[in-house]
């Protein structure tokens, strides 16, 4: 009789497993956690010439996506990330944090695909600018930015509602910088990054 009603239960747990995994592909919600690679392609109309410099950063990020059907979806990134400014004089221009929540509406090509489900989206971005960091003797603001944002990227299913997630967007963000103190000049700053990023996501 216990063999009986262990094998039963192995059996509906079984049974359960493909029930569960339909249930979360059917699900309007995915989830992610990404390592982002976020590249500034920078370039700067500065008032007393010369050009900005903004390096590289790497930091991690989330994200939602939500299905309105098979095909159809919006994702909503959240992330900041930290640069280092300098101007090609060799003036220092300290750190900036940048916030630049972007919602992008996308259509997935092959929702259903078993090894691969590539994806192009379309969008918004607007960054603000905070935790300045300023060398001594300068005063250095940021005007926000509203800007366009294209993205390609690929899921990768591997069972039960999960993937692995490759993306990559390009990000149209400008912003006016005022610097004042030793140095006092204007710059009409296209940042314009290229962010690569690698993750795992979760439909639920």
């Known amino acids: 009789m216990k063999s009986m009603l262990l094998s039963g239960a192995v059996a509906a747990a079984f049974i359960s497993l493909p029930l569960a995994a ?19 392609n920078e370039s700067a109309n500065v008032s007393i010439g010369g050009d900005v410099l903004i390096d590289n950063s790497v930091v991690p990020e989330v994200d939602v996506t939500y299905f309105f059907t098979k095909n159809i979806a ?37 929702p259903d695909g078993p090894a691969m489900r590539p994806y192009v989206g379309v969008g918004v971005n607007y960054t603000t600018f905070f935790g300045v960091d300023e060398p001594a003797g300068l005063n250095i603001s940021y005007d926000d930015s509203w800007g366009l944002a294209l993205q390609a990227g690929v899921n990768i299913p591997f069972g039960d509602g999960w993937s692995a997630n490759i993306d990559i967007k390009y990000i149209n963000i400008n912003t006016d910088v005022t610097i004042t103190g030793g140095v006092n000049a204007t710059a009409d700053v296209d940042i314009n990054p290229v962010v690569v990023g690698f993750g795992v996501g979760y439909r639920y």
């Open 22 to 40: 339909s249930a979360a592909e059917d699900s309007p919600w995915m989830v992610r956690a990404r390592l982002l690679l976020v590249a500034p």
């Open 74 to 110: 919006a994702e909503l990134i959240a992330a900041v990330t930290p640069h280092d400014v300098s101007h090609t004089f060799g003036v220092d221009l300290g750190s900036a944090w940048l916030l630049p929540p972007t919602l992008t509406l996308q259509y997935h090509f092959d």
